[in-house]
């Protein structure tokens, strides 16, 4: 996203970014990330010479997320200790404490000609682990009863509803989509 990093629309670029990592299933990182994407563009508004255009990427992976803010500025940014009655040079700090890792590197081409500082934060794994073996079901008792679609007066008797192991309010229904069909046998 292209976006002029002036303190008035850092609150619109917030809810922006909030919106896209709960989208992405990413809720649990929104503080964490909220606030190191406002100290990045606090820094580009501060440090960044001749112009406060950036573009903000954000890059969702199964066990990360990273955050990056381009701008035209190749001064690369330096981290500092600040003065206990200092009131700002702590953005850096704040951004080093709370990601898994982060940097900066000069780019001489591509999104904006400059430099890119990112940070990423270590996520529990947002996409479904094709390894992992689903969970043992069991089947109910009782058949469940549909109308054929042919034939709507007709009634089948199809394959039991399922339950995964264990939770008898989590019913699995074998006619969802995506999902292997009910064997239907007419009902007599």
């Known amino acids: 996203m292209r976006l002029a990093a002036v303190p008035s629309r850092f609150e619109t670029v917030r809810r922006i970014t909030s919106a896209h990592l709960r989208y992405w299933k990413c809720a649990p990182l929104v503080d964490s990330a909220l606030l190191g994407l406002t100290e990045l563009l606090a820094n580009v508004h501060q440090h960044a010479a001749g112009s406060e255009e950036c573009v903000l ?59 890119v500082v990112w940070f990423s934060l270590a996520a529990d794994p947002v996409l479904p682990d094709p390894l992992r073996a689903p969970r043992a079901r069991r089947a109910l008792a009782h058949p469940r009863l549909t109308v054929d679609p042919l034939r709507p007066s007709a009634p089948l008797r199809t394959a039991p509803l399922v339950l995964p192991s264990g939770d008898e309010d989590d019913w699995y229904d074998p006619a969802l989509p995506g999902r292997a069909q009910p064997v239907a046998v007419p009902h007599r």
């Open 57 to 115: 990427e954000l890059r969702a992976a199964p066990d990360c997320l990273t955050i990056s803010v381009h701008d035209a500025d190749p001064t690369l940014p330096v981290a500092r200790e600040a003065d206990v009655w200092e009131v700002s040079g702590r953005g850096l700090a704040i951004v080093a404490a709370l990601s898994k890792e982060w940097g900066a590197v000069v780019e001489p081409e591509g999104l904006l000609a400059g430099k």
